[in-house]
């Protein structure tokens, strides 16, 4: 798990850097898959407030908190983040393993129903791949298709894990 902290308004010590690492340790007993968290504490006035980000699996969950006190503010939000993913954990599990399932049935569960949520109209536009990966970050997305100026055929460009970029070429099979 990938840990960011920081600090705002505020000295990050490394007795509260150590309290906030232990506290997302103990979420991982209670999921494995967690990839990221990110940590956000701050003082406004005399109120310390506490922000979580933290992305398990395919899910983003988030969770904020403030008190007079910061540790008491972390506490309250790594609990609010405990009861998101307890929720979490009882919605992945599968309640009915004891059913029996009919083989006919089984030929219905095999493939996911696709569900398309959002459509949307781009225009396709001739660049080259360097244009596209600006277009692609200038609107916030993770991928790009374009038409590239020299092979006039449709590429697409997307954004890798780690924050480099691939492109997909078309070829046609022998």
Do not use: C
């Amino acid at each position: 798990m990938r840990i960011h902290i920081v600090a705002r308004k505020m000295k990050m010590t490394d007795a509260i850097k150590t309290f906030i690492e232990e506290r997302l340790a103990k979420l991982q007993d209670y999921v494995s898959d967690i990839v990221w968290a990110q940590v956000i504490v701050s003082v406004e006035k005399k109120l310390h407030n506490a922000d979580i980000v933290l992305h398990v699996g395919n899910q983003t969950m988030k969770a904020s908190a403030s008190t007079d006190e910061l540790y008491s503010a972390i506490d309250k939000v790594m609990t609010k983040m405990e009861a998101q993913i307890k929720k979490y954990n009882s919605r992945r599990t599968d309640h009915r393993a004891d059913e029996v399932i009919d083989e006919d049935e089984t030929v219905a569960l095999i493939g996911p129903e696709i569900n398309f949520t959002v459509v949307k109209d781009v225009p396709l536009k001739s660049m080259s791949k360097d244009e596209a990966v600006i277009e692609m970050e200038k609107q916030g997305f993770t991928f790009w298709l374009y038409q590239d100026r020299e092979a006039k055929q449709l590429q697409l460009v997307f954004k890798r894990m780690d924050n480099t970029y691939g492109l997909l070429q078309p070829v046609k099979n022998k």
